[in-house]
């Protein structure tokens, strides 16, 4: 049974539809996506390992999972991996990027809502290693990178993402926080001047700021237990963590109590 209110923006889903075909390309419209991925990766990796996780055969969800940026890198290192998309095409372009890639992942076009009505779980069928069943409040990880300030209904998407996570999980969340100088860099030098990604991809009062996503985190009783800035330095045009620049893009990581 489908929920009766949605986080889906189609505004949004067809601006991602449109570009869809470019998500590998990358010196494409995603350019911006491929060249923070190798950071998002370490970071993610380095606090799994830290609390003691193994991604081999964890339960791992990628939210808003776009064309598979993050979902390909975590199923090489061993993750059972669930990527969903409200964009049918973004799906598609997932899937047969996946299949040539030789990789298993469950690619579904649905919200996190969605997947929560389903009521199935990260279990995996008898007698069967590469398949499994997805249910509410099953999966080890859950990945919501860079969609949160995409969606229409940000406390039902936190709190669809807090019941697919189970107890002991730990969620990544990373986007832009709402400050003069992400408008300044995200809005007016990214789309405008430096012309990184296509006008419009952002709107400036959907950003979050980190008190924001925590409050309503903590409402269904997930404690954030980090959170660092993402750094552009543009003279090298490299990027860089710093926990005490939270200016612009920043990422967290919480959990789910036990």
Same mark, same amino acid.
């Given at each position: 049974m489908e929920p009766k209110t949605s986080t889906i923006d189609p505004r949004e889903v067809e601006q991602f539809s449109k570009i869809a075909d470019e998500w590998w390309d990358p010196r494409g419209k995603f350019k911006p996506l491929h060249d923070i991925n190798p950071? !998002? /990766?370490?970071? /993610?990796?380095?606090?799994?390992? %830290?609390?003691?996780?193994?991604?081999? +055969?964890? +339960?791992?969800? &990628?939210?808003?999972?776009?064309?598979?940026?993050?979902?390909?890198?975590?199923?090489?290192?061993?993750? !059972?991996?669930?990527? /969903? &998309?409200?964009?049918?095409? +973004? /799906?598609? =372009?997932?899937k047969l990027h996946g299949e040539k890639s030789g990789l298993e992942i469950d690619y579904r076009c649905m919200t996190a809502e969605s997947l929560v009505a389903s009521h199935q779980s990260p279990a995996k069928k008898s007698g069967d290693s590469g398949d499994w069943r997805l249910e509410t409040g099953g999966y080890d990880i859950v990945l919501a990178l860079e969609?949160?300030?995409?969606?229409? &209904? %940000?406390?039902?998407? =936190?709190?669809?993402?807090? $019941?697919?996570?189970?107890?002991?999980?730990?969620?990544f969340i990373s986007t832009i926080n709402r400050t003069p100088m992400s408008y300044v860099?995200?809005?007016?030098?990214?789309?405008?001047?430096?012309?990184?990604?296509?006008?419009?991809?952002? &709107?400036? $009062?959907?950003?979050?700021?980190?008190?924001?996503?925590?409050?309503?985190?903590?409402?269904?009783?997930?404690?954030?237990?980090?959170?660092?800035?993402? =750094?552009? +330095?543009?003279?090298?045009w490299q990027w860089y963590w710093n926990p005490k620049d939270l200016s612009v893009n920043y990422i967290m990581m919480a959990k789910k109590p036990q």
């Open positions: 950071l !998002r /990766i370490e970071w /993610i990796k380095e606090r799994l390992q %830290v609390s003691g996780f193994r991604l081999q +055969n964890c +339960n791992l969800l &990628d939210i808003g999972c776009g064309g598979g940026l993050m979902c390909e890198p975590f199923a090489r290192l061993g993750a !059972r991996v669930t990527g /969903i &998309d409200a964009s049918a095409k +973004n /799906i598609a =372009v997932a969609i949160i300030e995409h969606v229409a &209904d %940000v406390p039902l998407f =936190v709190e669809s993402c807090c $019941k697919l996570l189970r107890p002991g999980g730990l969620m860099k995200a809005i007016i030098g990214a789309e405008y001047v430096l012309r990184l990604l296509p006008r419009g991809t952002h &709107d400036w $009062k959907k950003f979050l700021r980190p008190s924001e996503i925590e409050r309503e985190l903590a409402k269904h009783g997930v404690q954030l237990l980090e959170l660092s800035g993402m =750094v552009l +330095n543009p003279l090298k």
